[in-house]
Every structure is written in structure tokens, then in C-alpha cells.
């Protein structure tokens, strides 16, 4: 297929019909998701009323609401549109999804924006969906037995480091892939200060990333515009 086939093939086909396939199944995902609140609530009698409901609603939005602005839009360069709807269906990620399509792009020398970057990116997510099913089924399945039989050190170590050690392999990946190194110290050392703040959990958390996100900006910002006058 020549470039310009392949060019006409991904605007005019692959493009649309990933954006049919993937607005269908996050709807069908929405809808099988809420089927049982709705059957506790409705059918059950269990509906705890709108009070209730926005009571453990306003927290949450407060806690993770800018993320559902800031992830969409931070991940979108890497995952591209079909990976988009694959990973937001899918979930985990920033522990999976990405580190995924970040060693997969970075092994065929794929790069960030490009088509082949996004076919590389649906190839890698599908492939983790598939292995993390067979693995997340065989642990349901095998844990209990496998976690009886382990001594009670292993199991703190697993408590204990295996989400630390994930989050630090995908923030080694994230440094390794800027293209500014200085930008990624600079959101996380404004982060940590906000986290450090004496003010709510559920405000500081929030503000430790909008404020990384807008010092990386400044900093980028200041960046170009000294080497515009240099």
C-alpha cells in the first residue's frame, strides 16, 4: 500500500470507524456498568435518594474531577484515538495501558503523533487487554491457593512494594520519554510542596496537579522564550 492509499485508508476508514466502534462500546460499558446500581436501586428498592447520592458524589468530583479533563488530553498523543477508546474502556492506564504503548513505540522507533505510532499503540493495548484477562482470571482463580501457601514475609513484601515499584517504573518511563527532563522535576517538586500544604486531602491533591501542570507550562513558556532571544 502506498503512502497515499494508506493515508486515504487511515482519514477516510480507519479513523471513522474506530470512533463508531469506540463511542458503541463505552456506551454498552456505561450501560452494563450502572445495570446493577440501577437493579439495587429500582427493582431491589434500595435507592438511597438524591441527597445521599450527591453527597458521595461531591467528593469524589472534588478529588478526581480535573483528572477526568487532565487524563483524555495528556494521554491522547500517545494513545491515539482507537487507543483512546481501548484504554479508557479497558482502564489501568497509567499502570498498564501506557508503559505498554510506550515500550512498544519506543521499540520500533515510533514516533510521538505519528500513524504508525498509533498503530503501535492499538497493537500494544490489545495485546496487555488479552494477557492482563488471562492473568487477572488466573489469579481469581489460583491467588487464594497461592497466597496460603507463601510465608507471611513474602506476602507484606507483596503489600508493600508492588505498588510503589509500578509507579516508579512508569515514572522512569515517562522521564525517559520527555523530551524536557527539567519539565517532569518541576511538576513534581511543585506537587509534592501542595501535598505537603496543611490544607484538605481532597483540595491538595487536586491543586498538586493542576499546579505541576501550570509550573511545567511557565517553565516551558520561559524556556522558548529565552532561546527565541538567544
Known sequence: MRNAEADSFYSQTFI???HRLGIATLVLGLVFSLLPAFYLSFVVGAWPGF?????AFIPIAAFVGVIWIIEPLSYFPMLGVAGTYMSFLSGNIGNMRLPV???SQTAVNAELGTKKAEV???????????INLVFVLAMVLLGNLILNHLPQFAIDMLKNYTLPSIYAAVFMMFLGAAKESMHVLVVIVVALIVV???ISEIVNVTAAGVG???????????????????
Do not use: T, Y
Open 212 to 230: 505541576g501542570i501550570l509550573a511545567s507550562l511557565l517553565v516551558a513558556r520561559f524556556s522558548s522564550g529565552r532561546s527565541e532571544k538567544a
Open 120 to 130: 503501535v499503540a492499538v497493537i500494544g493495548i490489545a495485546v496487555s487487554v488479552l
Open 51 to 55: 441527597e445521599a447520592v450527591l453527597r
Open 16 to 18: 471513522p470507524r474506530a
Open 196 to 198: 505537603a500544604l496543611p
Open 101 to 103: 504503548v510506550i515500550g
